[in-house]
């Protein structure tokens, strides 16, 4: 059992910066993936950037060079530093956990098995 819990989601202008946390705690072996997803109101949840337990990362088109997923093994801790932050990146951001070793499904849904609560991001013009 995984139990992801995020933080640091804010309000922030455009152009801006965060960096997400994501402490997930439990079975190492149920945490092979880890990922950020996103959802807006009224759209679907999207994969942003996944990371693999060896490291390997793979990102969406619309935040790959702008966005960076990391993680500390040893603080059981996920992160996502976001930068030129857009408001079209508002939305509610979730943290995943999951045992595959799959790099091709990094940014979906149904990769994880453990979801996080979500924490708000919201970036204005």
């Known amino acids: 059992q995984v139990t992801p819990a995020e933080s640091g989601g804010r309000s922030v202008q455009s152009g801006g910066s965060l960096r997400l946390s994501c402490a997930a705690s439990g079975y190492t072996g149920s945490r092979d993936s880890m990922g950020w997803f996103r959802q807006a109101p009224g759209k679907e949840r999207e994969g942003v950037a996944g990371i693999l337990r060896d490291g390997r990362t793979k990102y969406a088109d619309s935040v790959a060079g702008r966005f960076t997923i990391s993680q500390d093994s040893a603080q059981n801790t996920l992160y996502l530093e976001m930068n030129s932050l857009k408001p079209e990146d508002t939305a509610m951001y979730y943290c995943?956990?999951?045992?595959?070793?799959?790099?091709?499904?990094?940014?979906?849904?149904?990769?994880?098995?453990?979801w996080g609560q979500g924490t708000q991001v919201t970036v204005s013009s």
């Open positions: 995943a956990a999951g045992s595959s070793m799959s790099y091709w499904y990094l940014l979906l849904t149904t990769n994880y098995n453990y």
